[in-house]
T-cell receptor, first 116, second 113 residues
Framework: GAVVSQHPSWVICKSGTSVKIECRSL??????MFWYRQFPKQSLMLMAT?????????EQGVEKDKFLINHASLTLSTLTVTSAHPEDSSFYIC????????????FGDGTRLSIL | SQKIEQNSEALNIQEGKTATLTCNYT??????LQWYRQDPGRGPVFLLL?????KEKRKERLKVTFDTTLKQSLFHITASQPADSATYLC????????????FGSGTRLQVQP
């Protein structure tokens, strides 16, 4: 069964709206989670690293004020797309490594965000 | 800069044949490499991990090889089935301190019945 749950699975909203996406680790604690964005027919691009109890680390070119990340507990990270515009429409996916060392990532099932 | 390339955007094969997917990387020496499967509208699912000191890894009908001299990994699916149709992604951890994955562009495999 799923070990990382992502919610909602899809969102359609008007331009200017802020949208919050949740990522939960279901049966393990994750001090680190990752947020990716995927455009149609393209691969996953890392947006930011979510760190429990400290600030997120953003990749070059990703606006931290646009994509707010909060890792409030060991099982929950949230990504808020603020004042979303049509160009923010994409597939957002979170992941978390289970365990220490070089463990594989467990991915959520993604959130399809469509901004009208 | 570091790059990961999967040089086939799409691959069509007949059911029962072996699918071979290629992943090449440059300007990096990873300790290990991972392969994931992604179905449309879903998140990636982990398949196999191979370490730099392993030449080959198998799991049921899947086989991965890792040639650190060529900087290449090959992913094989034997006795392919239509249910194997999906996008396959190779991935590396470029920054071992953060453990974030960098993905290749993916190969979309279509197995025809």
């Amino acid at each position: 069964g799923a070990v990382v749950s992502q919610h909602p699975s899809w969102v359609i909203c008007k331009s200017g709206t802020s949208v919050k996406i949740e990522c939960r680790s279901l049966d393990f604690q994750a001090t680190t989670m990752f947020w990716y964005r995927q455009f149609p027919k393209q691969s996953l691009m890392l947006m930011a690293t979510s760190n429990e109890g400290s600030k997120a680390t953003y990749e070059q070119g990703v606006e931290k004020d646009k994509f707010l990340i909060n890792h409030a507990s060991l099982t929950l990270s949230t990504l808020t797309v603020t004042s979303a515009h049509p160009e923010d429409s994409s597939f957002y996916i979170c992941s978390a490594p289970k365990g220490q060392g070089n463990q594989p990532q467990h991915f959520g099932d993604g959130t399809r965000l469509s901004i009208l | 800069s570091q790059k990961i390339e999967q040089n086939s955007e799409a691959l069509n094969i007949q059911e029962g044949k072996t699918a071979t997917l290629t992943c090449n990387y440059t300007n990096y020496s990873p300790a290990y490499l991972q392969w994931y499967r992604q179905d449309p509208g879903r998140g990636p699912v982990f398949l196999l991990l191979i370490r730099e000191n392993e030449k080959e890894k198998r799991k049921e009908r899947l086989k991965v090889t890792f040639d650190t001299t060529l900087k290449q990994s090959l992913f094989h699916i034997t006795a392919s089935q239509p249910a194997d149709s999906a996008t396959y992604l190779c991935a590396l951890i470029m920054d071992t301190g953060r453990r974030a994955l960098t993905f290749g562009s993916g190969t979309r495999l279509q197995v025809q019945p």
